[in-house]
């Protein structure tokens, strides 16, 4: 394994718990092979991958806390569930703590839980690599994405957005939940206007 993979995934191993960790492994090694499918850069994906949920495993009201600390910018969702956080966080440790200048991969993990309209190839990458890898429970819907995520990655990403705010709007129903972050939406109208737009044109 590359140098600078192993010298991450051992920090990590630290940092995360072990259910997290392999959760870890699994996007990591998901978005390599979805990189090498795509023709997207596989050790950037590699890096977004293994580094992705580095701010995690913190406790809600920490990861608030250290985002004010840092002068990281929240959204009212976001000061309101700041599990949705961690995301900007981990791209915050990611630079600080790991060196990683690349923006295109510290994009990747601000968006990897909400996604977000017109996602860079390594963006869709590591979201759908997050809600398929290899560990996953096999929740509804999850092999029929897994089975198109090769051959359209687009269809795959638009399918996870669409299968999250079913699940999200089941749970605020359920009072198990507060609410969705706008981002989620405004990225499944997105891709399903690009899904309406192929099959108009077919
Ligand atoms: N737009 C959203 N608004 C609110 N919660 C969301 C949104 N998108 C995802 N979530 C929820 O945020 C939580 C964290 O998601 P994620 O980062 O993928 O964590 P995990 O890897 O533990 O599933 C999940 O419970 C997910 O359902």
Redesign the pocket.
Known sequence: MDQQLNELQEKLKDILTEKRFL?TLGVCHTAACLAMCYGADIKKASIAGILH?CA?CLPDEEIKRRCKEYQIDMTD?EER?P??L??KLGAYYAKINYGIKDSDILNAIIY???GRPNMSLLEKIIFIA??IEAGRKEISGLSEIRNIVFHDLDKAVYMALEN??K??NKQIANGQ?K???????NAYEYYKSGIMEQQNEE
């Open positions: 959760h949920d995690k969702v569930n599990y949705l961690h995301g990897h839980t909400t997050d809600y999250t705010l699940y999200l939940h609410e969705i972050d706008k981002m989620t939406l």
